[in-house]
């Protein structure tokens, strides 16, 4: 990779705040939020609190603790993950239209750097960059919250080693590069999609990015009555396809937390399938459409040079 090229992406993180703001101000809100739940004494677990916690302590074998710490190393690390979904969309759906509403386009095709350099950088900044930025702010998030978090369940006995335990957070940064890499192969053809819509439309994105695949769906379902292409797009936005085990969505994890049962997996690392996700036809499918998509919006770049 040439210095051009990591200039390019560097000049994108300048540029787009919202990588960094947006992960800062959500760990604000976890450290602000856990801070005040523990000064009110109101910190719960699945609406157990460390005093019931305590009082199911012979059922807290060392998998369980283990088990919980990863739970909420997880459950932090999750809200970054829905976050860059955000950001990541409203960052490619902008990034080549706004050259053109702006005209900086004019000043960036005078420049020594090509279209394809340019396209290319922005995709690696969403797919990529924003991910690996969130995953950063997301570990100093869980750091600072479990170190908030110690004093108060210092008083259970035996469950301070397993908040900090390294085979805890070995596992959750596991975890946080496995989802990284997930993110970035099943989501490359919405990417790719965002990037065509940003780099051609004359006007709204945000409504020429939505409107055909709600076109497509509707018209699917009057015409044939099915509903493949809602499956499809749907299962593509809402679930990250085959790379946990359980249901499509891997969200059966076998968690169960109540008054009379205690049943956590040890760590959530077990529910990884990263040989089924890419071995999966439909994960690579995926890519070959995304870098199609990113081709047509290098393409479109080259052949377009008016202002929107």
């Not at 053809?189 to 940003?198: A, D, I, N």
């Not at 076109?215 to 936005?237: D, K, N, P, S």
């Amino acid at each position: 990779m040439n210095n051009k090229f990591l200039w390019l992406v560097r000049r994108e993180l300048w540029e787009s705040r919202s990588a960094w703001l947006a992960p800062l101000a959500v760990g604000g809100v976890w450290v602000a939020s856990v801070l005040l739940g523990v000064i009110n004494g109101s910190i719960a677990i699945n609406g157990l609190s460390p005093a019931h916690l305590a009082r199911l302590h012979e059922r807290l074998t060392p998998d369980n603790l283990d088990g919980i710490a990863s739970l909420a190393l997880t459950f932090i690390g999750a809200t970054f993950l829905v976050l860059v979904a955000a950001t990541q969309f409203f960052y490619a759906i902008d990034s080549l239209y706004g050259e053109r509403r702006d005209r900086s386009v004019l000043f960036w095709k005078s420049m020594p750097v090509s279209d394809r350099e340019t396209v290319l950088s922005k995709f690696v900044f969403a797919t990529l960059v924003m991910p690996v930025v969130a995953a950063l702010v997301a570990l100093a998030t869980q750091v600072v919250v479990f170190a908030i978090l110690s004093p108060r369940v210092a008083a259970i006995d035996g469950v301070l080693p397993h908040l900090w335990s390294p085979a805890v957070w070995g596992g959750s940064l596991l975890l946080t590069a496995y989802g990284i890499l997930v993110f970035a192969l099943w989501y490359l053809p919405l990417v790719g999609w965002y990037l065509l819509v940003s780099a051609w439309v004359p006007r709204s994105p945000l409504m020429f990015a939505t409107l055909p695949p709600l076109a497509l769906m509707l018209a699917e379902r009057i015409v044939f009555g099915t509903h493949y292409t809602t499956a499809v797009v749907m299962g593509r936005l809402m679930t990250l396809g085959p790379a946990f085990g359980g249901r499509h969505d891997g969200t059966d994890v076998g968690l169960v937390i109540d008054n009379e049962h205690l049943q956590i997996p040890r760590t959530l690392v077990d529910a990884m399938r990263p040989l089924h996700f890419l071995g999966s036809p439909e994960v690579w499918a995926g890519v070959v459409l995304g870098v199609a998509l990113v081709v047509a919006a290098i393409y479109v770049r080259r052949t377009r040079d008016e202002a929107a």
